[in-house]
């Protein structure tokens, strides 16, 4: 296992199409997170999901932005009707459920909404 | 609502000096603390972290030191090299609050060792 994964890494798109992610997390963590990082910010917290479970959406998450963990592994982050304002790199991390554990982030998808 | 604040946008030291990073909270129910390097077009990479019973930590030429008091904790790195050059992230979480571990996230602090 060579850590966390994302696909694609890079995506442009033109404004109203619909874009999805893959993130595949490290396997033995049940925590997925997904976060969007913008030009000069720290990551911003998304979603996660404990095995296939979503427990907590941020107020960031539009209802233009859904996320699924189907079997408790690999997630998708789907945006509906992209915006300029999606543009940003979108991060994926994993962790182990018990007790505070550090996250290990994949590398993330870059997207450009022209 | 920032509620974990790296108020110093970049920092310049010198190879083989110490560099220290800082970081502040708000959030009296943050009780695990990280620090993450990143460098461009990848992902955080974890690098050190604390449990708000400890205040200090130590692996190898990083150590992070947390003040809950004065809600500040900070990174030093000793000595700095070159390879450490790129933008490092404090965050925190409030895992036995139940938060899921999700964490908050500073805005960043970019730092440069020049040889």
């Known amino acids: 296992d060579t850590g966390v994964s994302q696909d694609p890494r890079h995506k442009i798109t033109k404004r109203g199409q619909n874009v999805t992610f893959r993130c595949d997390p490290i396997?033995?963590?049940?925590?997925l997170y997904w976060y969007r990082q913008t030009l000069g910010q720290g990551p911003e917290f998304l979603t996660y999901f404990q095995n296939e479970a979503q427990l907590e959406k941020s107020r960031l998450l539009s209802d233009r932005f859904s996320a699924e963990r189907p079997k408790g592994s690999f997630s998708t982050l789907e945006i509906q009707r992209t915006e300029q304002g999606d543009s940003a790199m979108y991060l994926c991390?994993?962790?182990?459920?018990?007790?505070?554990?550090?996250?290990?982030f994949g590398q993330g998808t870059r997207l450009t909404v022209v | 609502d920032q509620q974990v604040k790296q108020n110093s946008p970049s920092l310049s030291v010198q190879e083989g000096r110490i560099s220290i990073l800082n970081c502040d909270y708000t959030n009296s129910m943050f009780d695990y603390f990280l620090w993450y390097k990143k460098y461009p077009a990848e992902g955080p990479t974890f690098l050190i972290s604390?449990?708000?019973?400890?205040d200090k930590n130590e692996d190898g030429r990083f150590t992070v030191f947390l003040n809950k008091s004065a809600k500040h904790l900070s990174l030093h790195i000793v000595p700095s090299q070159p390879g450490d050059s790129a933008v490092y992230f404090c965050?925190?979480?409030?895992?036995?609050?139940?938060?899921?571990?999700?964490?908050?996230f500073g805005q960043g602090t970019e730092l440069s060792v020049k040889p």
């Open positions: 991390a994993s962790s182990l459920q018990q007790g505070a554990t550090e996250a290990f």
């Open positions: 396997s033995e963590h049940n925590r």
């Open positions: 965050a925190a979480s409030a895992s036995i609050h139940n938060q899921g571990g999700k964490l908050i």
């Open positions: 604390i449990s708000s019973i400890k």
